[in-house]
Structures are given as C-alpha cells and as structure tokens.
C-alpha cells in the first residue's frame, strides 16, 4: 500500500486528504464538482483490479470541494464480480494512507420499506446481513458500527438545503443476482429499509480504521416483489440523473461540515 501511494503522489497527488468519497452506480457525475482536480485511471494505477460494472467509472481523482481536499474514487470493486473482500476494500485503505478523516460511501439500492419512493436519497444508520461473515485481512471487525453524529448533521445539512432525505437500515447482500420475492419478505420482517450489494464493508473497515463514516443510498428501484416491473440494471442511471443534482449539493456541504 505504501508503494501505491507513493505512485500517485509521483502522479501529483498531495500526502493528505480531508475526505474521501466512494461513488456508486450512476453517481460519477459528482466529479464534475472537484475542483483542480488530478484524475488517475484505475488501470494505470499498480495492483488495481477491472472495473466492470456498467455506471462505474473507474477513475481515482484527487482535488478540492468547498476549499476541502479530497479523494474520490468513481466507481468500486464488488465481492460479486469475484474479488475477496481485501480487495474490494482498496478504496478505504487508501483513505486511510491519505490520512482521510471522513468517508462518504454512496450506492444504488432496492426500496424495501413500503414507505420509500424510486428517487429517494437514504441515510445509512445501521446495516445488517445474513448468513456469511466479512473478514478482510483474515479477520473479523472488532469495534461496534457508530456515526450517530454523522447522521444528526447530514439530517441538519439536508434540512437547511431543503432536500428531503430518508434514514434506515441497509441490507448488505453479496449478489450477483437480485433476491427473490421471499428474501424480500423476509429482509422487510428483519427491518431492513433498503438493500444492496456493496457499501456495508467500506464502512465497517473505515470505522475500524477510526474514520468518520456516512453512507448514502440512491433508491433506484423498489426490491423484488414490491414492483410490477422487471428490474434492470439501465434504470440506475435514469434514476440517480433525475437526483444528481441534488445528490451533489448535499454531499459537497457535508464535505464542508464534516471534512
């Protein structure tokens, strides 16, 4: 990792950072925001792994938002395309080389809650999964999952810029195929809100790794069984378009208050 980081400050990256953003499917447009912005192929950087997800797109860009250094990775890596855990969690231990005091981690999800609506923005406050265990390095997390306060000021932020936000529970699941009907029933009777196939790693490590977390679902489709229509992976980018705006004035704030 030490290598890595000093190829890209070879590239013309500076040794520290304020905050590090992780970008999920549709939501690369925020780059868009950075300003003096150093941008580095995922390929071109040593022992980085392929992206292929459609929406991810795979670019390392360092700058400043708001006067805020910062990091953000367009596009990430997934268990379900084949990469172990420490693999997929590259973009955090980068974070942390960086000396990245705040993590913001956004994804597109599935609405499982009968309240939510397709375009709403959630707020990850607490995260479950069933049935498997996430142990990067070999190990499993030690400390207990918090950012209670990086909730109250994303709630506070959100309220000011008069941009209606969601809170709730994110069901990490490994993929690669959507849940069925009765999975979906089952998550709901758990008390998952939302669900998805990433982000619950990021965020345990960086909490582990005594970084400031917030993680932000793009509900882009209501979960197998609560829609008649079939879900298809080209309705991401529609959804996360109609809220990108939005989406981006509410995380360069929250990189103001919380970087």
């Not at 917030?214 to 979960?223: K, M, V, W």
Request: include cysteine.
């Amino acid at each position: 990792m030490n290598e890595l980081k000093k190829f890209l400050i070879h590239r013309g990256f500076n040794e520290k950072v304020d905050c590090t953003i992780i970008l999920g499917s549709g939501l690369g447009g925020f780059t868009t925001h950075v300003d003096n912005a150093i941008s580095v192929d995922y390929s071109d950087i040593p022992g980085f792994p392929k992206v292929t997800v459609e929406g991810h797109g795979g670019e390392l860009i360092q700058g400043t938002v708001n006067g805020k250094k910062v990091l953000v990775f367009s596009g990430r890596f997934h268990h379900y395309e084949g990469h172990p855990f420490d693999k997929t969690l590259i973009p955090v231990q980068i974070s942390a080389l960086f000396s990245s005091k705040t993590l913001i981690v956004s994804n597109a999800a599935g609405g499982i809650n009968p309240r939510f609506s397709v375009g709403d923005l959630m707020l990850i406050d607490d995260m479950m999964r069933v049935g498997f265990a996430i142990q990067p390095l070999g190990k499993p997390f030690q400390s207990r999952y918090e950012n209670t306060r990086e909730i109250e000021t994303a709630i506070r932020v959100a309220n000011e810029l008069q941009i209606t936000v969601k809170r709730g529970t994110y069901m990490y699941v490994k993929g690669p195929v959507y849940e069925t009907k009765a999975e979906i029933r089952a998550y709901r009777l758990m008390g998952a809100d939302a669900v998805g196939m990433s982000t619950m790693p990021e965020l345990l490590l960086a909490n582990e790794l005594g970084i400031r977390t917030l993680g932000i679902s793009l509900i882009t489709n209501l979960a197998t069984g609560l829609s008649k229509n079939k879900l298809e992976h080209a309705e991401i980018k529609d959804v996360a378009d109609s809220r990108k705006n939005e989406f981006a004035t509410l995380v360069c704030e929250l990189i103001s208050q919380l970087g």
